[in-house]
T-cell receptor, first 112, second 119 residues
């Protein structure tokens, strides 16, 4: 938590290609890293999360990797589809609290 | 199961006026959070309720913001008087409380947000 940086701010990919969004965090005590997807007119929705005791987690076309040494984690979307177009946010918890620090968001556009 | 709901969806007010935002969390969720996103920036934490008690209000910008959660159900966030920099999207989120853990990171379910524009 404390500070979460997210890149890129915008990303356009062709349908079927992969998309990767990267985040870094500053608090080495952070141990939970969720990714949220926000579609137009809706609130952020959790799509995948990872805890610090694993380095990778996969759920169908979505995967998240975590490098605790480097303090960064990434979202990977394979075989992108137009419905993947949205704003994606990474987050990390504030140490000792339940609230989250969010990145600035990545607007992903999948071009049909 | 109904999700988190927020009212209104949009609000346009003039500087100096008062606005009250409402959040209805998922039934049974003890934790309720308020966040705000100013255009193009990160979603920033404002405060956290556990039932009717303010657990953490370290993110509240100043004393023009007042949040309440009477009875531990719905919550309101009042801005009085509103300033131009208060414009943004205000999100409410709720989560259940896992017992037996000192800090538990349960999924936070977000509402659709209230877009506040202060002119």
């Amino acid at each position: 938590g404390e500070n979460v940086e997210q890149h890129p701010s915008t990303l356009s990919v062709q349908e079927g290609d992969s998309a990767v969004i990267k985040c870094t965090y500053s608090d080495s005590a952070s141990n939970y890293f969720p990714w949220y997807k926000q579609e137009l007119g809706k609130g952020p929705q959790l799509i995948i999360d990872i805890r610090s005791n694993v380095g990778e987690k996969k759920d169908q076309r979505i995967a998240v990797t975590l490098n605790k040494t480097a303090k960064h984690f990434s979202l990977h979307i394979t075989e992108t589809q137009p419905e993947d177009s949205a704003v994606y946010f990474c987050a990390a918890p504030r140490t000792g609290a339940n609230n989250l620090f969010f990145g600035t968001g990545t607007r992903l556009t999948v071009i049909p | 199961e109904a999700g988190v709901t927020q009212f209104p969806s949009h609000s346009v007010i003039e500087k100096g006026q008062t606005v009250t935002l409402r959040c209805d969390p998922i039934s049974g969720h003890d934790n309720l959070y308020w966040y705000r996103r100013v255009m193009g920036k990160e979603i920033k934490f404002l405060l956290h309720f556990v039932k009717e008690s303010k657990q953490d209000e370290s993110g509240m910008p100043n004393n023009r913001f007042l949040a309440e959660r009477t009875g531990g159900t719905y919550s309101t966030l009042k801005v009085q008087p509103a300033e131009l920099e208060d414009s943004g999207v205000y999100f409410c989120a709720s989560s259940s409380r896992r017992t037996g853990l000192r800090v538990s990171y349960n999924e936070q379910f977000f509402g659709p947000g209230t877009r506040l524009t202060v002119l």
